[in-house]
DNA sequence: GGGTTGTGGGCGG
DNA sequence: TTCCACCGCCCACAACCC
């Protein structure tokens, strides 16, 4: 920013921070990193005229296919909402107006308005610091439960333009404005200053926008003119290229401190331009995946199609506290902390099977300690249970922060098999080729025919279930597809008796509920542990734990349903294997299952196990060995 | 040799 | 007075296993 006295506000920094552990920390992080840079400056003097000429053919190769990958039909605008934090207490507490403030505590900072930024004080700074450099500033406490409020409003306006936007945090969204403009033949300069307009009508705060033909620089261009600003950058090459010639790399998303010191230290990369001069040296030093992308920040590509939904890959969580080396005292927060995470877990509907533990010491190292369990766990008691022996064998150590992170979650989406995770679909698919079947009709015609079920055919029949949302095989005898009548909805279990197929439907239990407005929907039902049906109550909330999901969130409500069905599962075998019945009282034919009635599995969950959950692997292979 | 797992670290917000 | 967060994602690399 300008008018920052920088040198003063390094010495500031560099004063109250030299001597302590944190400062030796970074020293030896940098140290790390120099070395990096040391090893990386060797590799390169030792390549000779031969491997640099190679690397180079390879580098062309390379820029010539992602060239080739040039889209330049797509419109995107990256919004980023001005000081948000800060602007949402102002407008909040007017009398807060022109005077420096920042959101956080004294030991961190979220953010800080413009004012305070004239001092040098910035985001992620500690506010002992922050006052330190700027004597008036007003901290004040984060509640994110306003910024949420008003992110809200801001983002009632981006679906207005892109129903499919992508909100990245909540200040700041990419919206794709391809089809806003052609429809209504306007400019996206125009859009863009409509847009910013809507949002301040609507929230009373201002936001800067970038434009441009792709999501990686319009994130640039919305930094441009910041605060309450735009930048339009056209689709058109020339422009493109003449816009990344000068840009320093570090502008760029993706682009961290230690990559630009690397970048610059080592091969004397300052602008995106450089990459593409330096592409042969790129190529000999680092990975693949590493090269593409500065590469293709070099020639100012970046993502043009809205992405597929991701589902959540890890859920964590961490606490900072006062350096101990207190073992009770650090078990104790290792529980409540087992306890938010499992919390936290339990509200989306999520088990994991590997946990890992993080560790930062008082000196400011961190350390992680991870396991990878047969069971899919979430409770409390079970995540402290496994977290303790991995703390345990760490200690004795003096803490500071300790976190945990569950991951390997169940996976059910279509196409992504993890071969140590048994998927519900990865069981009825490939397991009914063993030892139980999908009581879909078709499969119901194979058997009776006394054939054997050709996977093929299995999925054919129950996968598209899967494909389309649904949780579990789904009996829809062609009667009902025909007619338009609900089809009442079986759940598949496994093999239960050893008579085969039944094949009268009066014997499986309809699940068919209405909603509250009289429309059945039996897609989405599914009996839980205690018999009730899983549907959405007003299309919104989990009859089951009361999880709150709109239509939109398929693969949540997907993955949520599929949580509560294995709990079922689990806990009915659990059951089953206390009361001795499994190899005793059902003997399984091989390749044969029955369509298991929900009232009977209702009944049977007239008690429930309490108890630990058991491995999905171990329930299935149960059944396999009979 | 390729896949999995564990560990450390970068990055963004 | 206070004394550098929390979270989630990604990648690289090494060790290990089959």
């Known amino acids: 920013m300008d008018g920052v006295d920088k040198e003063r506000v390094q010495k500031i920094v560099y004063e109250m921070s030299k001597g302590s552990k944190y400062f030796e920390n970074e020293k030896r992080k940098e140290a790390t990193i120099n070395q990096k840079i040391e090893d990386l400056r060797a590799q390169c003097v030792l390549l000779t005229d031969e491997q640099i000429s190679f690397y180079q053919t390879v580098a062309d190769k390379r820029i010539i296919d992602l060239e ?7 419109t995107w605008l990256h919004s980023d909402m001005d000081a948000f934090y800060a602007a949402v207490e102002t407008l909040e507490n007017p009398s807060l107006k022109g005077k420096p403030l920042a959101v956080g505590s004294m030991s961190m900072l979220c953010t800080a308005n413009y004012e305070a930024r004239k001092f040098g004080v910035r985001a992620a700074m500690p506010g002992f610091i922050a006052r330190k450099l700027c004597p008036d500033l007003i901290v ?27 909100a990245t945090s909540l200040d700041e969204a990419y919206v794709n404005i391809t089809d806003i403009c052609n429809d209504k033949s306007v400019s996206s300069e125009q859009i863009a200053s409509e847009l910013r307009n809507t949002i301040y009508e609507q929230t009373g705060l201002t936001c800067s926008v970038g434009v441009a033909p792709n999501r990686l620089l319009a994130k640039v261009c919305s930094d441009i003119n910041k605060p309450n600003g735009q930048f339009i950058l056209p689709n058109d090459y020339k422009a493109i290229m003449t816009f990344i010639s000068s840009l320093p790399i570090r502008k760029v998303g993706g682009i961290g401190k230690v990559t630009e010191h690397l970048l610059r230290d080592v091969l004397g990369i300052n602008t995106c331009e450089q990459m593409l001069q330096k592409s042969a040296y790129l190529c000999a030093l680092f990975s693949e995946h ?32 006062s350096a101990t080396e207190d073992e009770s005292a650090l078990f104790q927060k290792l529980a409540d902390i087992a306890e938010a995470l499992s919390n936290d877990m339990h509200e989306e509907g999520l088990c994991g099977r590997t946990l890992t533990l993080k560790l930062k010491t008082s000196s400011f190292e961190v350390r992680t300690r991870a396991t990878s369990l047969q069971t899919y766990i979430h409770s409390k008691e079970d995540i402290l249970a496994h977290a303790s022996k991995l703390l345990k064998a760490e200690l004795p150590l003096s803490l500071r922060l300790m976190g945990l992170r569950m991951s390997q979650f169940y996976d059910v989406k279509p196409g992504r098999h993890d071969p140590m995770q048994k998927t519900l679909k990865n069981f009825i698919i490939k397991d009914a080729s063993q030892s139980t079947s999908c009581s879909s009709y078709s499969s119901d015609q194979h058997l009776r025919n006394g054939a054997n079920i050709d996977p093929s055919a299995a999925e054919e029949s129950c996968l598209s279930k899967f494909e389309s949302g649904h949780l579990m095989a789904v009996c829809e005898p062609e009667d009902y597809q025909q007619s338009n009548q609900i089809a009442p909805v079986k759940v598949c279990r496994p093999g239960n008796d050893a008579s085969g197929i039944k094949d009268n439907a009066d014997e499986c239990v309809p699940q068919v509920h209405a909603d509250n407005e009289g429309r059945s929907n039996p897609e989405e039902s599914l009996t839980n542990q205690n018999g009730k ?12 734990c009361g999880a709150e999901l709109p239509q939109c969130f398929i693969e949540e409500r997907q993955e949520h349903s599929d949580y509560h069905l294995a709990e079922m599962l689990q806990k009915e075998e659990s059951l089953n294997n206390r009361r001795g019945l499994l190899q005793r009282e059902r003997p399984v034919v091989s390749l044969v299952g029955k369509i298991s009635p929900v009232g009977d599995v209702a009944r049977k969950k007239q008690k429930t196990s309490k108890g630990k959950f058991i491995p999905i692997d171990a329930f299935f292979n149960r059944y396999k060995k009979d």
């Open 68 to 74: 080739a990958s040039r889209d330049l039909s797509k």
């Open 140 to 166: 004040v406490p984060p509640n994110f439960q306003k910024y949420t409020y008003y992110s809200e409003l801001t983002r009632k306006v981006f679906s207005n333009y892109d129903a499919d936007f992508i």
């Open 290 to 321: 590493s090269t593409d992308f500065f590469l293709s920040i070099g020639l100012g590509l970046g993502g043009t199609d809205t992405p597929q939904h991701k589902l959540r890959k890890s859920m964590s969580c961490e606490r900072t506290f």
């Open 533 to 544: 049906m899983l549907w959405w109550i007003d299309d919104y909330i989990c009859s089951v």
